[in-house]
């Protein structure tokens, strides 16, 4: 299956060493900004963050302000035959 062609914005990349290169990304659960924060487009085109604290392990998943859960997420990542 061909790649989605459409331009994705332009985001700057962090670093996962450095920590004042993270900007803006908190974990909901411990305030830490020690976080890994991954943008990604799902099979069914819709487009989400996940978000996954290095502290207390706790993950994410974003579709704008609304949180998914796991269920929702791999719903809308299912490949249809």
Request: charge should be negative; aromatic fraction near 2%.
């Amino acid at each position: 299956m061909a790649r989605s062609s459409s331009a994705a914005a332009s985001v700057p990349l962090g670093s996962l060493t450095q920590p004042g290169a993270r900007e803006g990304a908190r974990c909901q659960m411990c305030q830490s900004e020690r976080v890994t924060r991954i943008s990604m487009e799902l099979t069914d085109g819709s487009e989400v963050d996940f978000t996954h604290c290095l502290e207390c392990e706790h993950r994410t998943w974003q579709h704008g302000d609304e949180v998914l859960s796991v269920d929702h997420v791999l719903s809308r990542a299912k490949r249809t035959r």
